[in-house]
Structure formats: C-alpha cells, structure tokens
C-alpha cells in the first residue's frame, strides 16, 4: 500500500530531515510551511530529483480552516495519508515569565499545541478504522523542555511541550483500539534555525558542554527515531517517548 505523510515545518531543520529521510523510506511527502517557501520547494526538489514524491503545503497549523484545506489538498495530490509528523513550533525571545505578555503566550501555544490537536484530530480522521480508514502513526515533536522547563529563557515553550506530551499519552489510547499510535520524541539541543528564533543563533555550541555527550545533536539523528516511530518495527509501541537528548 502507498505510504503518504503529512510533515508540518518540513520545510527546515527537523522537519526537513524527516521529509528527506521518509521519502528515501518510501513516503509520499506533503512537506508542509508558512513564510519560507523556497525552503520548503528545495526539499520537494530534492525528493523528485531523488526520484520520490513529495509536494508543498502551505499552511498555518495555527489556523483550523488553512488545516482542514491542507489535509484537503493532500487527499487530493498524495492521497489517504497514514503517517503525520507534527514538527512545526515555535519559541520567542528568551525571557522571564513575569516579562512575557499575553499575545507572545498564545502564539506560542497556538501553534505548538493547538496546531498539532489540529492536524492530528485531521489525521485521525482520515487514518481511524472506526472512520473506514486503514490505520496509522502520528509523532508529536515535543523538546526535553517539557520535563526541564527552560526557566530564565521560555518556560512558555517548555509548557507548551508539556501539554504536547499529555496529548500523545492521551490520544494513543484514545485511538489505539482504531489502528493508530501515537509517540512523541523529545529532542535536546539540536543545530538548526531555531535557536536564531529564541535570539541567540549559537546557543547550542554554548551549551553543548553540559551534555553528557558533549555535543549538540542534528536534525538527521531526531528523524531517524521519527521514521523508526512510524514503522512497523515499532508496531508494539504507543504512548511512549524517545529523549533524543545526548543524555540530558
Ligand atoms: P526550525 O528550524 O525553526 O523550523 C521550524 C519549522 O516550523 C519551519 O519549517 C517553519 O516554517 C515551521 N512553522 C513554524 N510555525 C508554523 C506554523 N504556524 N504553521 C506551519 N509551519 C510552521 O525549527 P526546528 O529546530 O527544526 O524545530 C522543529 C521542532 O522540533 C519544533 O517543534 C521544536 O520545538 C522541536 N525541537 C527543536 C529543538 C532544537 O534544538 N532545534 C529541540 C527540541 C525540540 P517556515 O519554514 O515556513 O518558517
């Protein structure tokens, strides 16, 4: 049976690693973005050149509307998907909490937790027996934060992390007995764009030295326990985690 997933931020770091690593695994991708459209159309380059296929999918995962129009457009070009990756988040500048004003916290929590309720809720739609379909596997991309809690730099985003991890215990046995699993893996300090976001781009080489491994980790070693949560070599595994940390 084809195999179609659906990666929300698959247009850089983490989520582009995972777009490239499924589509070498046999996935038809939908690598999904918001504003950097060049990034995202350079992975689905990468994957036709490769001989894959993977397309482009605009959207907000913040947005019900833009979601449900994304699932949509998948059904239409990839067909019934059976794998989500639910990677897309975001951090602000690291601050306290007594700085932090309402509108940053729902940004934050829209789109690190809303969004990905969205597009899972979307994916169970389509993937649930009880809904016809033929079964799946979805993979929330939380962070360590969720268990350290990030204080002086986004205890928001460690919190937002937080309710991602209650939502894969959750739903994995919500949906278990319909054909779906549910994992979350939680990464550490990684290299890509995000830490720019949190305002300061080489905050992983900082860091590194408190990590019992003594490095940051890359984007590739997070997909590769993504991809392994997706197959069937994981089949026995739901409601669980894998700290992708170095130790931390
Ligand atoms: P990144 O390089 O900043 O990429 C983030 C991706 O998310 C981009 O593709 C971005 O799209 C997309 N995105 C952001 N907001 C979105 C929205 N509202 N709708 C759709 N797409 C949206 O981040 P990353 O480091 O790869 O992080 C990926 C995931 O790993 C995140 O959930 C993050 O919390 C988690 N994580 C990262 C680290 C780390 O050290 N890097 C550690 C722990 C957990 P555009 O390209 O269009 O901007």
Redesign the pocket.
Known sequence: MKKVMIV??????????TARLAAQRGYAVGV??????A??LAVVEDIRKAGGAAVPL??????ED?VVAMFQEADRTLGRISALV??????HKQMRVEDMDAERLRRVL???VV?AFLCAREAVRRMSTRHGGSGGAIVN?????ARLGSAGEYVD?AA??GA?DTMTIGLANEVAADGIRVNG?????????????GGEPG??DRVKHFVPLKR??T?EE?AAAILWLLSDEAGYTTGGFIDI?GGR
């Open positions: 929300t931020g698959g247009g850089r770091g983490i989520g582009a690693a999904n973005y918001l504003n950097n459209e990034a995202a605009r959207a907000n995962v913040a947005s833009e639910n990677n897309a988040g975001i951090l829209d789109t690190n969004g991309v939380s962070s360590v934060a985003y937002s992390k991602l893996v939680r990464p550490g300090f990684i290299y890509t764009d995000m830490h720019a976001s905050r992983v940051g980790g984007a997070v940390a």
